[in-house]
């Protein structure tokens, strides 16, 4: 979209001349801020300005006289960033084997209850320890899971089709969906699904909708493989992940999809990681007053 | 950036060969190392390069330039201050290589916007001031992303118009001047949960309860939305604080909008008063929101799967 700031600076110029108009923006800007013919290039279009200095010159002119409306145009309305590309199945395919691609290289993969000792206390590392021992959680077949569904999406892409007979249910009674923790300690959720429908699960991924970690939102992988699980059976689905930097009570949610990323049944799985505190969040002080506008600190 | 990169894996030589596998997927003309001078151009990275950006040392803040606030603040540790200047093509690449859902990007306006605020030599936006609403068309400023609006919506949208009547052509009162001080404290509990997911467009009323623990009576303040942009989350551009003593506490709705595309976005607000100044310069964050909206190809993701009784 072409920028028509330039065009509507030189209407709000009016008869003054340029030279009077940057004298006038210079009370406000600070001399050396805008030149003449940085603003008579700015007006052409031929100089591109920042769309800081943009508010700027905003603000000035409403200073000077003008309503926020006259000079509302001079405001960028475009995004400081292009979005990324829409996401389709292909591009989390394709995102996802790209990581897990590498993911044999990471440190935390090889010696993962190095990097556990590393991430809780001592008080909460015997209980992991009997978690990986009582899991028996064999690193290499689930990457190994992992891979060989991507990889078969990344072969045979289109060729399944969810099937209204499919049902999924989970079993929150034998399942820990929920927990209560403190900020960024780990987790383990145990998801117990059952196959309520008449369709085998096979080769099927659990994927989390959203980014797998922001501050505000705990970690977790973003897929994970299913068991192959025949109808009626239940197969249990183990969630790893790490509670939120910041105290909050936080939703991740997982849905069940084929190799190739197409969602095999509706819903989701809503899973709340509680990192609350009585403490309040609490801003951050100066540490010594700030001077007011004539250089007076307040008393 | 560097909790994502690492969140998909730490060993670094392989984080180079996933994000330059997106930079080639974004930029099919990315060049093979980066180039002098001039506007940034998309190019391939190397382990260094990753390094540094991640450190907060790539094209950082000028410290000996810094404006007047951060020099009369009392900052001591100027390392709390690097920060790398990180070209758009990088978190959008970033954002791709590790899976990061638009999440990278949507920060990244929020910081665009914020950067040359904290700039100025007083802590201060420019844009979307009481002075700058309409008069008579208060409503329509707070409405406008709100179309639709329920009555509870509503009825908070109708509450801010008629507080910003009396804020628009407010000056500071000498025994309250509108200038950051030391003894100003906010805090806050969220009554909103992080990573909600609304389907597009979806309406959210997010709540916090502001407690002041300063010693700072607040007066004339309001909520900025910091980084607001076409296509992100939308909210009022900013809601007015009910005065509030050292001691007490006050709710605050603030109404939301889900953008229209997939993604994850966050929503931040910071204190100020009507002339943009920012009441608490150092807390960069201020309250936020983080909400999901799921992909269009999935099936109903909204709704839950049933309870099984095994």
């Not at chain 2, 201050?81 to 859902?101: G, M």
Request: include cysteine.
């Amino acid at each position: 979209m072409p920028d028509d700031r330039g065009a509507v600076l030189r209407g709000l110029r009016g008869d003054r001349s340029v030279r009077a108009f940057s004298k006038l923006l210079a009370e406000r800007l600070g001399e050396g801020t805008l030149s003449r013919h940085r603003l008579a290039g700015a007006e052409t279009g031929a100089v591109e300005l920042p769309d800081a200095l943009w508010d700027e010159i905003a603000e000035a002119l409403i200073a000077s006289g003008h309503s926020a409306t006259d000079v509302a145009a001079l405001r960028s309305t475009r995004p400081p960033v292009e979005p990324p590309p829409s996401p389709t199945p292909r591009q989390r395919l394709d995102q996802w084997s790209r990581v897990a691609g590498q993911v044999g290289n990471n440190y935390w993969w090889r010696m993962p209850l190095k990097v556990i000792s590393r991430a809780t206390s001592a008080a909460n590392l015997p209980g992991y320890r009997s978690i990986v021992a009582r899991h028996g959680v064999d690193r290499a077949r689930h990457l190994r899971a992992l891979r060989t569904r991507l990889d078969l999406g990344a072969t045979g892409a289109g060729r399944w089709r969810a099937d209204p007979d499919d049902g999924v249910a989970i079993d929150r009674a034998r399942s820990e969906c929920d927990r209560r923790t403190e900020r960024a300690e780990l987790f383990l959720l145990r998801l117990r699904l059952r196959n309520t429908g008449s369709v085998a699960w096979r080769d099927r991924l659990m994927y989390r909708i959203g980014a797998p970690v922001t501050t505000g939102t705990p970690f977790t992988p973003g897929v994970l493989p299913v068991p192959d699980t025949d109808p009626g059976q239940d197969c249990e689905v183990l969630v790893p992940g790490r509670a939120q930097w910041f105290p909050s009570l936080a939703a991740i949610s997982f849905v069940m999809v084929f190799p190739d990323f197409t969602p095999c049944l509706p819903g989701r799985v809503c899973c709340w990681i509680d990192a609350r505190t009585e403490e309040l969040d609490r801003s951050l002080p100066l540490l010594s007053d700030l001077p007011g506008p004539g250089g007076t600190t307040p008393g | 950036m560097r909790q994502l990169r690492v969140a998909a894996g730490d060993d670094l030589p392989s984080a180079v060969v996933i994000l330059n596998q997106a930079i080639t997927t974004l930029y099919p003309d990315a060049e093979s190392a980066p180039g002098g001078g001039g506007k940034p151009r998309p190019h391939l990275v190397d382990r260094s390069f990753l390094l540094t950006v991640e450190k907060g040392h790539h094209s950082r803040l000028d410290l000996g330039r810094l404006p007047k606030w951060i020099k009369e603040g009392g900052v001591t540790d100027k390392t709390t201050l690097y920060t790398s200047r990180v070209p758009e093509w990088l978190v959008r690449a970033y954002d791709l290589a590790f899976c990061a859902d638009g999440y990278l990007t949507d920060m990244f306006a929020w910081s665009a916007a914020l950067l040359p605020d904290q700039l100025r030599d007083r802590p201060r936006r420019l844009r979307d001031l009481p002075a700058h609403v309409p008069p008579g068309r208060e409503f329509e400023f707070f409405a406008e992303h709100f179309p639709d609006a329920d009555e509870r919506t509503a009825a908070v949208l109708r509450a801010q118009a008629e507080a910003v009547v009396g804020l628009r052509e407010r000056r500071p009162d000498p025994g309250s001047p509108w200038q950051p001080t030391s003894g100003d404290q906010s805090s806050s509990r969220d009554e909103t949960p992080e990573g909600l997911l609304l389907a597009p467009g979806g309406g959210l009323m997010a709540a916090w309860v502001l407690h002041n623990t300063g010693t700072v009576p607040w007066r004339d303040r309001v909520l900025y939305r910091v980084g607001a942009y076409p296509g992100g989350v939308r909210t009022p551009p900013f809601v007015v604080i009910p005065d509030t003593a050292p001691g007490a506490a006050v709710r605050i709705e603030v109404p939301m909008r889900a953008p229209d595309t997939a993604g994850t976005y966050r929503a931040c607000l910071k204190m100020g008063w009507p002339d943009g100044t920012y009441c608490l310069p150092n807390t960069l964050l201020g309250l936020y929101v983080t909400l999901v909206v799921p992909p269009g190809d999935l099936t109903d993701p909204t709704t839950e799967w049933a309870d099984h009784a095994g």
